[in-house]
């Protein structure tokens, strides 16, 4: 069942990402009188789940109904060098039946069937659908070919630009009815933090307190990682066992990083209070209450959950003694750990219960500035992302996921505010990924457009057919790098 909420939850974000994106392009052409022939949801080969389109002054319907035969005949014949050629003729409209969807220039509208993206196909444009047939045609004044390059730049950007208004929304929204809360490092810093084997390897300590990272200090403890990733940071300062110290970052350390794909190397640290005893465990036959809190094993002392993790395992199948403080006593309690090395008991984990959560609240206009400013960091924090995977150094690009990843972002139950934040991140995403100046994403005709403005030269469509062609296969690479890291990972 969580699988399903998981998968549900994605193909809706998606859905809903991918129609406000392609309603970019397709506004935009229509504010310039561009005409669309086709505005889908999800990709429609060789046949549509549902589609709609006006003709003749009548809405008409189809249900999984097969793609109607295109407007043009195709006839092959061999140039004076011998050389194979396309003939491209336009059909007669006239010897069509009056309902008849080939006679209508309106826009059909549909879902097709595969759910992994969706489409505008623009009357005039080299796409990836490679559709030659119009582009053999003299250029009509509806078609974008014949659009004043600003016009088709316009008309380019709009879909990436309604993904940013897309999250910036969501985050008006979110803070408007939630605010914000997070954990401030200062508040960390009360217990220290904790660190696993590689946040020992890079140089931190059980118990480090964070006071910087590059010079700069964080106010969100959760920023942190993030930051030393993102930001490649050479230096953390702490404080240890009172004193100041200097964590030089060893050079690898983002490369390191990444492959581990764990963000908790560090991480707050808190007590272990009983919140509750399994029946027939380890701790109820010791005697275990719910509200001890748990200070050692033996002789070792552990006064933070993660000490107890770490320790717990080496007493396997012995019988141990674990010391408590109970009502302001501190109590010895006999138990034998089974093999599984697990006592039976589960921490408290409400961090209220330990530290003080900083929560800011939003009016609506007080929201506004607020998510503009949540999406741009957003914006670039991701774009940083980018530009680690395009580096060869870090590695970043054996840590790319695909939609399995993408899918496991989604948390197991179906909470609104998670899944629009979720949204929020994933439009953030597609925006940077389309702006890519690679043909065949939105970016690469966005760059074609650019020369041309500057240059006042218009590339030739051989150019732009050849460039789509080497963008679908750059583009196919990097679909087939990041799904078979998720299936390498499943075998892992």
């Known amino acids: 069942m969580t699988i399903l909420i998981k998968v549900l939850q994605f193909f809706l974000s998606l859905s809903i990402l991918i129609f406000v994106h392609e309603l970019g392009h397709f506004l935009a052409a229509k504010a310039f009188k561009t005409r669309v022939e086709k505005f889908y949801l999800f990709f429609d080969w060789g046949f549509s789940l549902f589609r709609c389109k006006k003709v003749n002054g009548k809405w008409r319907f189809k249900f999984f109904a097969k793609n109607d035969p295109e407007k043009y005949t195709v006839t092959e014949y061999r140039d004076a060098a011998g050389k194979k050629q396309k003939n491209y003729e336009p059909v007669d409209l006239s010897t069509l039946p009056e309902d008849d969807w080939r006679r209508s220039d309106e826009t059909e509208y549909g879902i097709g069937w595969f759910p992994l993206g969706g489409y505008n196909k623009i009357a005039g444009m080299v796409d990836e659908s490679m559709d030659k047939s119009q582009m053999a045609q003299p250029p009509q004044p509806w078609e974008f070919r014949s659009k004043p390059a600003w016009q088709r730049f316009i008309i380019m950007i709009a879909g990436v630009t309604m993904n940013v208004l897309l999250a910036f929304v969501i985050y008006i929204g979110l803070l408007t009815k939630e605010g914000e809360q997070y954990l401030p490092t200062t508040e960390v810093n009360k217990y220290g933090i904790s ?238 990924m389309n702006i890519l100046p690679i043909p065949a994403l939105d970016g690469g005709h966005i760059l074609f457009l650019l020369v041309e403005i500057i240059t006042r030269r218009k590339p030739s469509d051989k150019f732009m057919e050849v460039a789509e062609t080497i963008g679908l296969v750059i583009v196919l690479g990097l679909v087939i790098l990041a799904n078979g890291n998720d299936i390498i990972r499943l075998f892992r």
């Open 195 to 432: 660190v696993d084997s590689l946040g020992y390897e890079l140089g931190f300590r059980d118990g480090d307190q964070i006071l910087s990272v590059d010079g700069e200090e964080i106010e969100r403890f959760q920023d942190i990682p993030m930051q030393i990733i993102l930001d490649k940071a050479k230096a953390v300062e702490v404080k240890r066992n009172g004193r100041d110290t200097v964590i030089n970052l060893p050079e690898d350390a983002v490369t390191k990083l990444l492959s581990s794909q764990d963000p908790n190397f560090i991480t707050y640290r808190f007590p272990f209070v009983v919140d509750q005893v399994m029946d027939q465990s380890a701790a109820q036959a010791g005697g275990l209450k719910e509200g001890d809190a748990i200070i050692g094993i033996n002789d070792i002392e552990t006064p933070y959950y993660q000490d107890f993790v770490k320790n717990i395992k080496q007493f396997k199948n012995q019988d141990i003694e674990v010391v408590v403080l109970r009502d302001n006593d501190t109590v010895s309690l006999a138990m034998h750990l089974p093999e599984e090395g697990v006592i039976g008991a589960y921490c408290r984990t409400y961090l209220p219960d330990y530290y003080e959560i900083e929560t800011k609240e939003y009016t609506f206009f007080q929201a506004i500035p607020a998510g503009f400013s949540k999406t741009f960091d957003e914006l670039g924090d991701y774009w940083k992302q980018v530009k680690l995977i395009f580096s060869p150094k870090t590695k970043a690009y054996e840590s790319v996921g695909g939609f399995i990843s993408i899918g496991k972002i989604f948390p197991d139950q179906w909470i609104w505010s998670i899944f629009w934040r979720m949204t929020a991140f994933l439009s953030i995403a597609l925006a940077v």
